[in-house]
């Protein structure tokens, strides 16, 4: 059977890219993947090539720099990834009439609401990764392409390094943890990402111009609480203890409160998304080469 779209997918090596190879097995369209080797999205000679070489229908692009204390430090690296190589592969959908989707951040808010953020609140980045992340999310608005933009916070998998992998590594071999209480979020299975964004693509095709949407499991809870329930899933006897923020101190500065909205993006695409402790379990059983049921 023909492929239904060709779908390109930079950054599959990373969290998200692993996931969304995980979860379309199923799918009937045909799945490109890139990493820099094949793809470098800051390249406009490497972005063309890829995209006559392929003639993709979608792109999804999973690459970023994502070092959020060390982007404080490496500003132009942060900048090439996040906004200029966006900017050149929007402006490559919007030639070549590819639809494109794009991943951004929580971490363009500031934190400050006291209700969860809806996309059209105003954003305000507090560190050079949030700033440069929506620097991108504007200069693919500007390009003129079809496409949209997810916001999505505190991604974890069973792939590569991210919260829950450090808290689980370090739980085994030490009594007491520190973890702050004072952020508040939700977090995201890559998982459930990857669904959602296999979801968009198979439903793509009346949408025009860039729509934001927001992205996170349901539920809401600290670093703390998390790092809690990390510890009582996995089974693990080490002592959470909460702290705040300010004793433990970090290049970049994070926003204290960044609950997503996602009411837009579960009506417009008629999606269920699963509670975060209900994704953790499937996420841990699958660290520890389990099935979960
Ligand atoms: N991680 C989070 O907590 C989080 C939270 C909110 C939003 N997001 C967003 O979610 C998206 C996916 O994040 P992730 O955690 O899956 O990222 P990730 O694991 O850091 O993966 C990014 C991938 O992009 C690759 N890459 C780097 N430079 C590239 C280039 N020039 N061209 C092509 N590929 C390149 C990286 O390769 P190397 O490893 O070799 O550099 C890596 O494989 C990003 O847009 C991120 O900003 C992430």
Redesign the pocket.
Same mark, same amino acid.
């Given at each position: 059977m023909k492929p239904r779209f060709t779908i390109l997918v930079?950054?599959?090596?990373?969290?998200?890219?692993?996931?969304i190879k995980a979860e379309n097995k199923n799918t009937a369209h045909h799945f490109i993947y890139?990493?820099?080797a094949e793809?470098?999205?800051? *390249?406009e000679d490497?972005v063309e090539e890829n995209i006559e070489k392929h003639k993709p229908n979608i792109i999804i692009?999973?690459?970023?720099?994502?070092?959020?204390d060390v982007a404080e430090e490496e500003q132009s690296m942060a900048e090439?990834?996040?906004t200029t190589?966006v900017t050149i592969l929007s402006d490559a959908c919007y030639r070549h009439k590819i639809f494109m989707i794009?991943?951004?951040?929580? #971490?363009v808010f500031d934190g400050r609401n006291f209700k969860p953020y809806e996309e059209c609140d105003p954003a305000n980045p507090l560190s050079v990764?949030g700033y440069t992340?929506l620097q991108g999310e504007q200069q693919m608005i500007l390009s003129g392409c079809n496409g949209v933009i997810i916001?999505? *916070?505190?991604?974890?998998?069973a #792939?590569?390094?991210?919260?829950v992998k450090t808290i689980l590594k370090h739980a085994q071999h030490k009594e007491s943890l520190n973890v702050v209480f004072d952020q508040v979020g939700t977090p995201?299975y890559?998982n459930d990402?990857a669904d959602g964004i296999l979801t968009i693509a198979n439903n793509h095709l009346n949408m025009e111009h860039v729509v934001t949407y927001n992205f996170s499991n349901e539920g809401v809870c600290s670093w703390y609480d998390f790092a809690q329930s990390i510890v009582e899933i996995a089974e693990l006897n080490c002592h959470i203890n909460p702290i705040k923020s300010a004793e433990y101190l970090t290049l970049a500065q994070r926003p204290y409160y960044t609950v997503l909205d996602k009411t837009q993006i579960k009506t417009d695409f008629n999606i269920e998304i699963p509670h975060w402790r209900e994704s953790l379990k499937k996420c841990i059983f699958e660290i520890n080469g389990n099935q979960y049921i």
């Open positions: 930079c950054g599959s090596n990373g969290q998200l890219g692993s996931a890139t990493d820099l793809m470098d999205i800051s *390249s490497s692009n999973c690459a970023a720099y994502t070092a959020v090439l990834l996040n190589a794009h991943i951004s951040t929580d #971490y990764y992340k916001r999505t *916070s505190w991604l974890y998998s #792939y590569g390094n991210n919260f995201t890559a990402l």
